[in-house]
C-alpha cells in the first residue's frame, strides 16, 4: 500500500470544496482523520475514508465530535498530522478540546464549513456566524489561526496553508468554510506538487536527555518530539511548566501564556494573508470574506462599470486581525461596506480599528442565503 501523499502534476479535476479540502489535507501530508458527519461537511469525512486507505492512513468515525477532536490531538502527539470537520453544532462540541490543543501546543487542524444557526439552525443553507467562536469559542487567554476559504481552489490551497502554519507554530488552525463554498463544484487545476511547499514540525535535535519539552528556543515555538521516540515528554491541560508539569508559579505561569502569543506575534507576517483588489485608487471598499468576497469582486466589477472607484480588500486569515492592512484602506476610503452572513461580526473588529473619519456600513444576510453580486452593488450605489 502507498504510504506517500498523491502526486498532482497539474491534475485539471472537478472538484466540490469539500472535496477541495481533502486534496489540499492529503498534499499537506495529513495521515490521520477523525471526524462525525454532519451536514454540511459530510462530504469531507466520504472523500477521506476512501482516500486514506490509498496513502497508507488512518480514517476513523468517531462516537462524536468531543472524541473527533481527542482523538486528531493524539494522532498528532503521535507524529501524525492531523485533521477533523463539522460544521456548527459539532464544532461548539469541539470547543474543550480545542482549548486543550492550544495549551499543550498541539498542531491540528479543524474544518467549520458553517451553516445557519443557532442550534439546529439551518444545516443545509449557507451562513458566517461561528467566526467569533473561532477565535473565542474556548474559554481562557489562547493563540489561535482561523482561516477562511472563498473558492473551491482556496479551499485545496487554504487547507495546505493551515497544515503548514499548524506546524510552523505548534497550535491548533481553524479553517472557516460554508455551505456555499463547500457544494460548489468547479473545474480546477492543482498545482503539482513539486510546487508545493509544505512544512513539517520542528524535531528534537538534541539527545533524550537533554531535551526539554516546552523550553523557549527564541522564536517560541518549542521542537516538537513524538511520542514513543525515547523523548520524556509530559502534556497536560494544566498550566505548566518548561517540562510540561502543572505549576501555579506566578512566574512561570506569566512566561508560559506570554510565549503563547509571542509565537503567533513574531509570525504576523506568515500568518496574515490577504488579497487586494482595485484597492489602488478605491474611494469606497468592500471588506469581505469567504464566499461573499467572491460576490463582492463581481460587484467591484460592476460598479467600477458605473464609475464608481470601488475596491476589494478580501481577507483569508481572520485572526490573528490583519489590522494593518485594514486600518491602510480605512484610511485611504470615505466609506467600507462589511457584507456577512450573520448579524455583524467581522465588522466590529474593522469598527475597533477604524481611526479616521471613515464611514463603516455593515450589510448581513442571515436568512440562509447568500449575498449576491446585485446586493453588494447595490449598497455601493448609495455610498
Request: aromatic fraction near 8%; charged fraction near 20%; charge should be neutral.
Amino acid at each position: 500500500m502507498p504510504s506517500s501523499a498523491p502526486n498532482n502534476n497539474g491534475r485539471k479535476l472537478l472538484l466540490q470544496g469539500n472535496e477541495a479540502i481533502v486534496e489540499g489535507a492529503l498534499v499537506a501530508g495529513c495521515k490521520f482523520f477523525a471526524g462525525y458527519p454532519i451536514t454540511p461537511a459530510s462530504e469531507i469525512s466520504e472523500v477521506f475514508s476512501r482516500r486514506m486507505p490509498e496513502i497508507g492512513g488512518t480514517f476513523i468515525q468517531m462516537e462524536d465530535e468531543i472524541a473527533s477532536m481527542g482523538a486528531i490531538i493524539g494522532a498528532s502527539l503521535a507524529g501524525a498530522k492531523s485533521m477533523t470537520a463539522t460544521s456548527g453544532p459539532g464544532f461548539s462540541l469541539m470547543q474543550e478540546n480545542i482549548g486543550y490543543a492550544s495549551i499543550a501546543e498541539t498542531p491540528c487542524v479543524v474544518v467549520n464549513v458553517m451553516r445557519g444557526g443557532p442550534s439546529t439552525g439551518l444545516p443545509t443553507s449557507p451562513a458566517q456566524g461561528d467566526v467569533m467562536q473561532a477565535r473565542w469559542g474556548t474559554h481562557g487567554d489562547h493563540p489561535i489561526i482561523v482561516l477562511t476559504t472563498s473558492t473551491v481552489r482556496d479551499s485545496f490551497d487554504i487547507t495546505v496553508k493551515a497544515f503548514n502554519l499548524a506546524e510552523e507554530f505548534r497550535v491548533p488552525v481553524i479553517i472557516l468554510s460554508d455551505e456555499g463554498v463547500a457544494h460548489t463544484r468547479e473545474v480546477v487545476t492543482l498545482p503539482a506538487s513539486r510546487d508545493i511547499e509544505v512544512v513539517d514540525r520542528t524535531v528534537p535535535g538534541m539527545p533524550p536527555e537533554m531535551y526539554v519539552p516546552f523550553q523557549d528556543n527564541g522564536r517560541g515555538v518549542p521542537d516538537m518530539s513524538t511520542f514513543g521516540d525515547g523523548y520524556r515528554y509530559h502534556v497536560t491541560g494544566l498550566t505548566h511548566d518548561v517540562r510540561g508539569f502543572p505549576t501555579m508559579k506566578s512566574e512561570e505561569v506569566n512566561d508560559f501564556i506570554n510565549r503563547l502569543f509571542r509565537k503567533i506575534t513574531h509570525g504576523f507576517h506568515k500568518i496574515q494573508m490577504v488579497d487586494t483588489f482595485m484597492t489602488e485608487d478605491a474611494q469606497v471598499a468592500v471588506i469581505a470574506y469567504g464566499s461573499v468576497a467572491r460576490a463582492a469582486r463581481r460587484a467591484v466589477l460592476d460598479a467600477r462599470s458605473h464609475g464608481i472607484k470601488a475596491g476589494l480588500l478580501h481577507l483569508i486569515t481572520l485572526f490573528p486581525f490583519p489590522r494593518t492592512v485594514v486600518e491602510r484602506v480605512l484610511k485611504k476610503c470615505r466609506w467600507v461596506l462589511v457584507p456577512e452572513m450573520n448579524m455583524g461580526q467581522m465588522v466590529r473588529e474593522v469598527k475597533r480599528v477604524n481611526k479616521y473619519p471613515t464611514h463603516v456600513e455593515k450589510y448581513s444576510r442571515v436568512d440562509g442565503h447568500i449575498i449576491t453580486p446585485d446586493e453588494i452593488y447595490y449598497q455601493l450605489m448609495k455610498a
